[in-house]
């Protein structure tokens, strides 16, 4: 970026130009990133606010904030969190004043899930991410800044997984089978109350028998080396 200043002599004639110039490549580079990140962030789907470290008053909200809470950028920048979002109930473990303390001390705040309070006063629960900003030097703490997600949606799948797994359990009891799923690493045995019943195993210890002692009582009743195969034949 350049300025040019006219020189004159006594008379007030111009006799030559002083020129000023400044390198502003890195300035505008970093203005560029600030850009994309603000449109990042006032696009995104998750509530992303910021917070001055002072106070710990909001500074930013955007538009994924609004639609999970319920108050409008006007209403929320300035405010106090405490205030806008935080239960009457404290969630257990959590400063009064909500997860901004733990930020500014530094301490990692990664999927915390919680319960934070919307406009319309629905205390509902969803999953925080939430670090210091910090100065280019590297020390000084500029802000703070949170993602919220709600988890709602994933609450209501599991709840939804939970009803059918048990109607499936019913069903199979019903019928006189019994059915059980290996857990992926760890070859445990997560089945239902009729796989105790099968191998005469007192309640809730199935679920704590490795994948191989089933096989063995398996094997043992079918006289298949792999129960999962059926004999050859003769």
């Given at each position: 970026?350049?300025?040019?200043?006219?020189?004159?002599?006594?008379?007030?004639?111009?006799v030559?130009?002083?020129?000023?110039?400044?390198?502003?490549?890195g300035?505008?580079?970093?203005?560029?990133?600030?850009?994309?990140l603000?449109?990042?962030v006032a696009?995104?789907?998750?509530?992303?606010?910021?917070?001055d470290?002072?106070?710990?008053?909001i500074?930013?909200?955007n538009?994924g904030a609004?639609?999970?809470?319920g108050?409008?950028?006007?209403?929320?920048?300035?405010?106090?969190?405490?205030?806008?979002?935080?239960?009457?109930?404290?969630p257990?473990g959590?400063?009064?004043?909500?997860?901004?303390p733990?930020?500014m001390?530094?301490?990692?705040?990664?999927?915390?899930?919680t319960?934070r309070?919307t406009?319309?006063?629905?205390v509902?629960?969803?999953?925080?991410?939430?670090?210091?900003m910090?100065?280019?030097?590297?020390?000084r703490?500029?802000?703070?800044?949170?993602?919220?997600?709600?988890?709602r949606?994933?609450?209501?799948?599991?709840?939804?997984r939970?009803?059918?797994?048990?109607?499936?359990?019913?069903?199979?009891?019903?019928?006189?089978?019994v059915?059980?799923?290996?857990?992926?690493?760890?070859?445990?045995?997560?089945?239902?109350?009729?796989?105790?019943?099968?191998?005469?195993?007192?309640?809730?210890?199935?679920?704590?028998?490795?994948?191989?002692?089933?096989?063995?009582e398996?094997?043992?009743?079918?006289g298949?080396d792999d129960?999962?195969?059926?004999?050859e034949?003769?």
């Amino acid at each position: 970026d350049e300025s040019w200043l006219p020189l004159r002599d006594a008379a007030g004639r111009v006799v030559g130009v002083h020129i000023v110039a400044e390198e502003v490549t890195g300035r505008r580079a970093a203005e560029a990133a600030a850009a994309r990140l603000a449109a990042i962030v006032a696009a995104s789907a998750d509530a992303i606010v910021s917070f001055d470290p002072a106070d710990g008053r909001i500074t930013s909200w955007n538009r994924g904030a609004e639609a999970l809470f319920g108050w409008t950028e006007a209403e929320a920048v300035g405010a106090h969190p405490a205030a806008l979002l935080m239960p009457d109930l404290v969630p257990e473990g959590e400063p009064a004043s909500g997860l901004l303390p733990w930020v500014m001390e530094g301490r990692p705040v990664q999927d915390h899930e919680t319960l934070r309070r919307t406009k319309s006063g629905e205390v509902i629960p969803v999953s925080v991410t939430a670090a210091r900003m910090l100065a280019p030097d590297g020390r000084r703490a500029i802000g703070a800044s949170a993602t919220f997600r709600d988890l709602r949606p994933r609450r209501a799948a599991e709840a939804a997984r939970a009803a059918e797994a048990a109607r499936a359990g019913l069903a199979l009891r019903a019928g006189g089978l019994v059915a059980w799923e290996v857990e992926p690493g760890t070859g445990r045995i997560v089945g239902d109350g009729g796989l105790a019943a099968l191998f005469g195993l007192a309640e809730g210890e199935a679920a704590q028998r490795a994948i191989a002692t089933v096989d063995r009582e398996l094997t043992g009743l079918t006289g298949v080396d792999d129960p999962y195969e059926a004999p050859e034949s003769p």
